[in-house]
């Protein structure tokens, strides 16, 4: 059996409310940005056209379906692309957003011990480092509590085992 590396996450939305709402911001900019470029366009092109003699002014008829032809194709075209890097950039926010929860999580039941690691390339280090700091203490107080609840269950085992071992005798 294979094992992938634990640092490797291959679910891409990771927080899928963020993350899509975070694209959505791009894309809606996005096609807003194109927008206003080929009404910019348009309105040059039909202007210049008006100023053609003879079939300028069929010309500046044409120049609107022709625009929209365009825009239409544009927004197929970069859509998805917009989607797709939107995807992987948010990515690398997404996920530290969600190791902090799960992190957060552990320490608050007391079962974290560890220091939050992010994976090389995550942003938010700065954070992951300052979460660590803040919960040093909590999390020294749960591996002390750890020790000492196994030596009470070592110490348990051994009566136990000796127990045994008389009865046996």
């Known amino acids: 059996m294979t094992t992938r590396p634990r640092h490797k996450r291959r679910i891409k939305l990771i927080r899928p409310g963020l993350q899509l709402r975070l694209v959505g911001s791009f894309l809606g900019l996005t096609v807003l940005a194109m927008l206003l470029q080929f009404l910019l366009l348009s309105w040059q092109l039909i202007d210049s056209a008006g100023e053609l003699a003879g079939v300028g002014g069929q010309l500046a008829d044409q120049i609107p379906g ?3 032809n365009v825009l239409a194709i544009s927004v197929v075209v970069v859509a998805p692309l917009v989607l797709s890097f939107g995807i ?6 997404a996920g530290p957003v969600y190791r902090f929860e799960q992190f957060l ?8 011990v560890e220091p939050c690691r992010l994976r090389e390339g995550d942003e938010l280090q700065s954070l992951c480092e300052l ?3 803040a919960t040093a203490s909590e999390r020294a ?3 002390a509590r ?3 609840h196994d030596e009470q ?4 085992d051994e009566t136990t085992d000796a127990g045994v071992e008389s009865v046996a005798a």
């Open 66 to 68: 022709m625009i929209v």
């Open 88 to 93: 992987l950039l948010t990515f690398r926010i």
């Open 105 to 112: 999580r552990s320490v608050a039941e007391g079962e974290q």
């Open 131 to 133: 979460v660590n700091a």
């Open 141 to 143: 107080r749960a591996a």
């Open 146 to 148: 750890r020790e000492t």
């Open 153 to 156: 269950d070592e110490a348990e």
